[in-house]
């Protein structure tokens, strides 16, 4: 069964980074696009970053410049660097990757919290 597994979440303070990692298990991953959302308290859940099957990234307007998704598709693995953190920051972040005829999947996410 597909199965997204998140890790490196923590507290820091504003300034800091932290790297989160999503380990990908189940199905075939190189040819799939894979996202990291979060989801502060009270609020919907969001895209931060995107990496398609090519290596192409897309960021959210409040994220560019501070992180940096990649991939290692050996590893079946997706990275976010976040650098520069800020207090706004603060939620869960969950790894997602929809797939073609099996829809989408979500891992139980990372929480990440940031003090000012």
């Known amino acids: 069964q597909v199965q997204l597994v998140e890790s490196g979440g923590g507290l820091v303070q504003a300034g800091g980074s932290l790297r989160l990692s999503c380990a990908a298990s189940?199905?075939?991953?190189?040819?799939?696009?894979m996202g990291w959302y979060r989801q502060a308290p009270g609020k919907q859940r969001e895209l931060v970053a995107e990496?398609?099957?090519?290596?192409?990234?897309n960021y959210a307007d409040s994220v560019k410049g501070r992180f940096t998704v990649s991939r290692d598709n050996a590893k079946k693995m997706v990275y976010l660097q976040m650098n520069s953190l800020k207090p706004e920051d603060t939620g869960r972040y969950y790894c997602?990757?929809?797939?073609?005829?099996?829809?989408?999947?979500w891992g139980q996410g990372t929480q990440v919290t940031v003090s000012s």
């Open positions: 997602n990757v929809n797939l073609k005829y099996r829809g989408g999947f």
């Open positions: 189940g199905f075939i991953f190189s040819p799939n696009d």
């Open positions: 990496i398609t099957s090519n290596g192409s990234t």
